[in-house]
């Protein structure tokens, strides 16, 4: 699987854990909600069942007084209460209708109400028509039938209330329940949800870091030159860089055996033979194989440079494959920097004697740790490049410049300058200040010098105006 898809595969889980919890959240939630409106559909059942009662009673009261005395203020109570009686047993019925268990019980308490109201009303009635005595005793007789049916509805309407009151009671108990369920599964759930997104977070960064660590450590290897972890297991984009950076190291070891052959042809196979040619070129141009015209002595010396100019190139990149490889020992030391630059300027004079040059050097006393053949050497390239941009008659100079934590040495010319576009290059392998090559000129000899001066923990360096002149200058540690 890729990266990504194993990502989502961890979202999918993460996600699918939460929408469990909150399924079940959302179910006792839901529980917990039907429960309270049950204890509230009981509360208003008990409330209005009681008012229904309440007003049976008054309507009972009332006819028995109006029976006994028939005075007109015991009739307005009673054809009030009987008004009301009506309303609320629809108020009763509305409310019980919505749950179907109240609903049955209800049906049986409607009855017996519309009953109850009916011989009440025909009671009224009679006690009415009737005279004082005859109503009394009637009044009285329907009363006492009266009572009896609503004696029968009080007692349906208690036992209604009383069950209504215990499913309340009972309710709240639950809701209650309920709700610390509920409590306890959201703490829990949160709880159970972040544990498992860590544990999915780790394994997941886990199975990515660990395989990094391992291509770093390759990386560490292959810089030493020895063998490789396996290859990672797996499909996902890092096991295919990983398969991808294996593939690399082969590449890079075949190339390194490539280059180890090749270096060695040109040390073996073309360096023998170019130098026994340079020879017999030298030999050729002195005369030693009898006397030749000036135009052949003209062609031999070209071929002979142009050999001397090959062999050069050759060893220089020699020498820079075993800096490169770390093969090159420099031979660190206490010397004097004057004598060295006196013996690079008595160099240098040599290959300036057709420009008629002139070196000022300005070597102060002064003590370096260094390899003191190779500090010579850089030296010599070093003015030799002056040398060889430098005008006729003009003037070469080296300065030391001391401080207390290093020494500066600095190799003025008054040649044509350096065009700032090769400034940043100009130590780059086989780079060119001009187009114009020279037979004597391998373009290696700066690259030879910073790797030298770099080894000596030291920097190297150039300054240039156009058409001033040049200087190259390099800073070594005291």
Request: proline content about 3%; some cysteine; glycine content about 6%.
């Amino acid at each position: 699987m890729k990266l990504a898809q194993k990502g989502i595969l961890f979202a999918s889980l993460s996600l699918a854990l939460e929408l469990g919890l909150f399924g079940v959240h959302a179910q006792l939630l839901h529980q917990a909600e039907h429960q309270n409106w049950r204890n509230e559909h009981a509360k208003a059942l008990i409330t209005e069942s009681n008012e229904l009662m309440k007003l049976f009673y008054d309507a009972s009261v009332s006819l028995l007084a109006l029976a006994a005395h028939k005075g007109d203020s015991f009739l307005a109570i009673y054809k009030r209460r009987c008004e009301e009686i009506p309303h609320q047993v629809e108020l009763v019925r509305s409310i019980a209708i919505s749950n179907p268990d109240d609903s049955v019980t209800f049906s049986k308490i409607e009855k017996s109400s519309n009953k109850a109201l009916y011989i009440l009303q025909r009671s009224a009635k009679l006690i009415e028509e009737g005279n004082r005595s005859l109503a009394f005793i009637s009044g009285y007789e329907l009363h006492q039938e009266t009572l009896q049916v609503s004696s029968e509805l009080m007692s349906e309407l208690q036992a209604f209330v009383d069950r209504e009151r215990k499913i309340a009671e009972f309710g709240s108990k639950q809701e209650v329940q309920l709700r610390r369920q509920l409590e306890n599964l959201t703490y829990a759930g949160v709880a159970l949800n972040v544990a498992i997104t860590i544990a999915l977070v780790m394994l997941f960064t886990r199975s990515i870091t660990s395989r990094l660590d391992v291509m770093v450590d390759n990386t560490v290897l292959l810089t030493k030159k020895q063998p490789l972890h396996p290859v990672s297991a797996g499909h996902d984009e890092i096991a295919r860089l990983d398969q991808v950076f294996h593939d690399m190291a082969d590449s890079l070891r075949t190339a390194e055996q490539a280059q180890k052959e090749f270096l060695s042809i040109i040390s073996h196979e073309l360096r023998s033979p170019l130098s026994a040619i340079q020879a017999t070129l030298t030999l050729l141009s002195s005369g030693a194989y009898g006397p030749q015209s000036d135009y052949v002595t003209g062609r031999i010396r070209a071929a002979e440079l142009n050999a001397i100019r090959l062999i050069a190139l050759i060893n220089e990149i020699l020498q820079i494959h075993k800096m490169e490889a770390g093969k090159l020992t420099l031979n660190f030391e206490s010397v004097l920097l004057a004598p060295i630059v006196e013996r690079s300027v008595d160099t240098a004079k040599a290959l300036a004697e057709s420009k008629a040059l002139t070196f000022t050097a300005e070597g102060r006393s002064v003590e370096v740790f260094a390899d003191p053949a190779r500090l010579e050497q850089v030296l010599v390239n070093l003015l030799a490049n002056a040398v060889r941009f430098s005008p006729p008659n003009g003037t070469i100079a080296i300065d030391t410049i001391v401080t207390a934590e290093s020494v500066e040495v600095r190799v003025c010319d008054q040649g044509p300058g350096i065009p700032e576009s090769k400034l940043a290059a100009i130590f780059d392998r086989f780079e060119q200040v001009s187009e114009k090559i020279e037979a004597n000129t391998t373009g290696l000899g700066l690259t030879i010098c910073k790797q030298i001066i770099e080894g000596h923990g030291g920097t190297i360096g150039v300054r240039s105006e156009e058409p001033k002149g040049s200087i190259f200058f390099f800073v070594l540690p005291r």
